[in-house]
């Protein structure tokens, strides 16, 4: 999901409309889910929809007008305009599971790879893992679309993985899309398309479709006058082809300006499938979970190998398999597809993480090491340094914005109607407060200023952003500094400001974003979330050429290349390693791809201190980074893995209050005793899910949970031994605290058990479970809430 940082909003509203008997009955677009689909025949699935649905209407015609999707292949069910009367009747129906209304979603919103560690360096005798791996793998793309000029060498194909990305299209000319002349043929197992005449695929972008009747239905017709839409897979706002190129760009040689070097995304080699879900709307990007639905029934239909999609839901969340992305993760996951989610932008309030399910990959976001300083000479002699991206020397003269809005708030409504012709103005976020530096951005170009000097606390400043107006980020002591020394001086002083230098490992990274949504999880808080974190600050992918890097008024700068921040950023690289690892893991789940990545996650930063945790200076917990900031190249060797297995999802089901006869219809393959909940299920929580994480979320007397884990190693004969890093206030014991594997794909169980030495109420601790082999370290992150207050420990 994309924030509003780079002046971008994006909202994806869903409306289901209904009409039951009386066609005045208000009406909105709802979704109802039917479960996995058995049919293999589509025209009879459609068929069996539209029969279900005739039933809460007079005719069938009707029933057929009323009809938006069919969904046939990935799982089963229907999206349709019905009024509140018709929605429950449908749902009183025995083969219904959910019926839900389409709600309003958001998006989220290189240096980055070479900081993980992958670089491109094929000077060796073995090519490195972004070469190596990905031309069998297909990405899919859920966004705005895509732009394809010169950036195409982000996304050539030497990998057989499709990729599939749902957000807002692409830009399909980019050399980011452009076919290299090494690409191997589409793999056989594709069975997509190319929907829509002004984007032609090759074998690097091999699908591109697009989705408009949920929109459509919600907000008319898609204005292309003011909006400047495509009525196709082609991008207009820029954020689907830049998440696009960050998780499977080709490489490119050369990225003039800023950041220069060599550009490519996660898995350079991966073939590219782009699913348009979202719109440009008054400039956000605007999706409709009917449309969503329709995008993952195709990909799964498709042959898509890993599915990327940077929205959601701000909480309070809704049931789960009441949201589309739970319906369509959970059916892809069943087909053997890994699913990432962004999680979101609300930060750093804890527990606001969205896209919780434990069937998909949600994500934080966090810095790198690159820093772009500015220096700042007063009168030819004070000096101090901000961060900016100023590409030449600005001159003017200091100016307090007191001089130009009311109470010194640089905010578009108080400006005080004075030009600030050649003047650089000092603005402060704390007065107001200003909480976006956008908002002061544009007070600075209403009064006509020539750069800006914008003072906040560090731990929330965004310095890769491309301004409208030259902005120099300083922290509130810097600004004082200035402050201080403008009010002594006797005449007003005159400002140099720049150019700014791209200093590579001079900063300490990761630090979490102050932006990156915190858990714990508000739906099931006994499943860590977000479960990883990745770079997601100031990230340089592709960008359309015809949309401007702000999308702010009077932004009419044309760049192929844009920096844009948020967990929409760190999301789609997460997808570049997911494709890297099933191409070299093919046989691998999407339970075990995400496993690897989470047990061989690190929780320090380069300093090898832990990481900090913006919007203060705290290190984080694992409400902030999940297991921690991703390894690509630890997680291709994790040496165990958690794999997922039917009775795991029974469970979970069974605890959030599913029947045996729905779970029967939500799975694809089953037997008669894998989908009955037992009675003890509940008096069980989700803690026994067989997660990579551990997670008590309630702990009052000694309790004792399960994991099971498959020997993945390069070696069949190995011992892992267990080390405990114990939460304060808790014992926590191991069993047994040897683990011995004789065979590849073994898999040995052990039991965990937590008991409170201390009293505490509803206080969060957290531990560590490490087994090591000598050469693996796998780590599991333990999260424990003390609530034994009033209760005698055991």
Known sequence: ???????????????????????????????????????????LASRHHLHLLSKVF??????????????????????????????????????????????????????????????????????????????????GVFDTGLFSISISSLFQSSLNLKICYFRLGIWPESESFKEPPEAKPIPSSWKGKCVGGDVRCNRKL??????????????????????????????????GTHTASTAVGSVVSIVSGFAGGVARGGAPSARLAVYKTCWGKDFEGVCTEADILAAFDDAVRDGVDVISASFGSSPPLTPFFESSADVGAFHAAERGISVVFSGGNDGPDPGLVQNVAPWAVSVAASTMDRSFPTNIVIDGGFTLTGQSLVSQEIIGTLALATTYFDGGVCKWENWLEKLANKKIILCFASLGPVQFIEEAQAAAIRANASALIFAASPTKQLVE???????????????????????????????????????????????????????????????????????????????????????LPGDHRSVEWNFQSGTSMSCPHVAGVMALLQSAHPDWSPAAIRSAIMTTAGTRDTSNDLILSGGSMKPTDPFDIGAGQINPLKAMDPGLVYNTKTEDYVLFLCNIGYT?????????????????????????????????????????????????????????????????????GVEVEVWPRILVF???????????????????????????????NGFHQVRSPLVVCLSNSGFVAK
Not at 484 to 495: E, G, K, M
Not at 676 to 688: F, G, K, M, Q
Request: charged content about 20%.
């Open 465 to 551: 952003e491309v301004d409208k107006v030259p902005t120099v980020r300083v922290d509130i002591i810097s600004g004082t500094r200035i402050r201080n020394y403008l009010a002594r001086s006797p005449t007003v002083p005159v400002v140099k400001v720049g150019p700014s230098k791209t200093v590579i490992g001079e900063i300490t990274a990761p630090a979490v974003a102050y932006f990156s949504s915190r858990g714990p999880s508000s739906l099931s808080p006994d499943i860590l979330k977000p479960d990883i974190t990745a770079p997601g600050i100031g990230i340089l992918g592709a960008w359309p050429p015809k949309t401007p890097p702000t999308l």
């Open 1 to 43: 999901m994309t924030r509003s940082l780079g002046g971008i909003s994006f909202a994806l509203t869903l409306l289901l409309y209904s009409s039951v008997q009386a066609t005045t009955s208000i009406s909105h677009v709802y979704i109802v889910y039917l479960g996995a689909n058995r049919l293999q025949n589509a025209a």
């Open 58 to 139: 007079t005719s069938k015609e009707d029933a057929g007008r009323s009809m938006l999707y069919s969904y046939t292949y990935g799982f089963s069910g229907f999206s349709a305009k019905l009024n509140s009367t018709q929605a429950a009747s449908l749902a009183k129906m025995n083969q219904v599971i959910t019926v839900f209304k389409s709600r309003s979603l958001k998006l989220h919103t290189t240096r980055s790879w070479d900081f993980l560690g992958l670089t491109v360096d094929n000077t060796g005798h073995t090519p490195p893992p972004q070469l190596a791996y990905g031309s069998d793998v297909i990405v």
């Open 206 to 239: 091999i699908g591109a479709r697009f989705y408009l009747k949920g929109f459509e239905e919600a907000y008319g017709e898609v204005d292309r006058t003011r909006d400047r839409e495509y009525r196709s897979p082609r991008d207009r706002l820029g954020h």
């Open 742 to 772: 004789s065979k590849c794909q073994q898999e040995h169980s052990y039991y965990v058990t937590f008991t409170p030495t201390k009293t505490s109420s509803g206080r969060y601790v957290f531990g560590e479970i490490i087994w090591t």
């Open 660 to 728: 045996d006869q729905q779970i029967k219809s939500m799975l694809l393959l089953h037997s008669e005793s894998s989908t009955t909940c037992l009675p003890s299920h509940s008096y069980r929580t989700n803690a026994d899910f067989n997660y990579p994480s551990i997670t008590i979320p309630s702990l009052r007397f000694t309790r004792t949970i399960k994991r099971t884990v498959s020997n993945v190693g390069p070696n069949k004969n190995t011992v892992f031994f267990v080390d405990i890093v114990r939460p304060v």
